[in-house]
């Protein structure tokens, strides 16, 4: 049986690291080829919301969507 | 086991993940604001993400931890039996 | 038994960590987890009894533990308590006091830790 992650994001994408945290270990996980989930709680849910238009730090619904892409499994 | 810490090393949550790790043997790794705690830290068994020490201009020589970057981070993270993440 | 440990670092209000600290617990043991939530360092204040939440509209979580504590084990950290000058008398009912060592075997039998 292939090796699973959980993430957990309960912060909102523009006020703390943990976004740019979630992306980096998921793209790392899903490069190993690890059946890679994140599940997404309370502000977190923030992080896909469509049309967003941050700049200057990491852009959470791209981002997300290129690991979306890749494999990563994502619930709300 | 392994703790992910990564508050800043003069936070609450920092010194109670910390403790608590040192306490129950587990290994620990710094992400994010924690990696600031291997410029002053003498200890050679901390795990240290590489691109977060660059992205605040800490320089490799300056710690005295392992830096890793985040594919050796998942290794760590799916050898050892448990994650315990103090996000 | 599914074994999921919680622990709360933040005080009850101000930020939403104690509330979901209390709502996945609970999620968890309504799913037949044996579920334990553990507040350390501020979040000791969330067992803080007579919350008033008045018709603020918050929940009253100190209210939330209580009933909980019927269905999970939920302690209180010692030396957290004594930090914030609290101790037995100021909390809800049901909340136990650990000295530490039941923090360290609970993460090492739970299957997932949570922390808020």
């Given amino acids: 049986m292939p090796k699973k992650l959980t993430l957990f994001l309960n912060t909102s994408p523009y006020s703390f690291e943990n976004t740019y945290t979630a992306m980096r270990i998921a793209e790392a996980a899903l490069a190993k080829g690890l059946e890679t989930h994140l599940v997404a709680s309370a502000d977190g849910v923030y992080n896909f919301l469509k049309g967003q238009k941050g700049r200057g730090l990491p852009h959470a619904a791209d981002g997300f969507k290129s690991l979306i892409d890749k494999g990563l499994k994502v619930d709300l | ?87 | 038994m599914d074994n999921l440990l919680v622990i709360l670092r933040k005080p009850p209000y101000g930020v939403i960590n104690a509330a979901e600290a209390v709502r996945h617990a609970g999620g968890a043991s309504g799913f037949d987890y044996k579920a334990t939530l553990y507040l350390i360092d501020s979040g000791v204040y969330t067992a803080r009894k007579n919350q008033d939440t008045g018709n603020t509209g918050f929940t009253g979580l100190g209210e939330s533990l209580e009933l909980l504590s019927g269905e999970m084990e939920i302690y209180a950290d010692r030396n957290s308590l004594k930090e914030y000058n609290l101790n037995e008398d100021n909390l809800v009912e049901g909340v136990k006091i650990d000295d530490g060592e039941i923090l360290k075997q609970a993460i090492k039998d739970a299957q997932s830790v949570m922390i808020f």
Avoid: H, W
Wanted: negative net charge.
């Fill in chain 2, 1 to 87: 086991m392994l703790f992910l810490i990564s508050s800043a090393p003069e936070t609450k949550e920092f010194k109670t993940a910390f403790n608590l790790a040192k306490d129950i043997n587990a290994d620990i790794c710094l992400l994010q604001n924690a990696v600031y705690a291997s410029r002053n830290s003498n200890d050679s068994s901390l795990y240290v993400l590489l691109d977060e020490l660059k992205l605040r201009g800490i320089n490799e020589n300056e710690i005295s931890g392992k830096p890793i970057d985040y594919g050796r981070l998942i290794d760590l993270m799916t050898e050892t039996d448990k994650v315990v993440g103090f996000f």
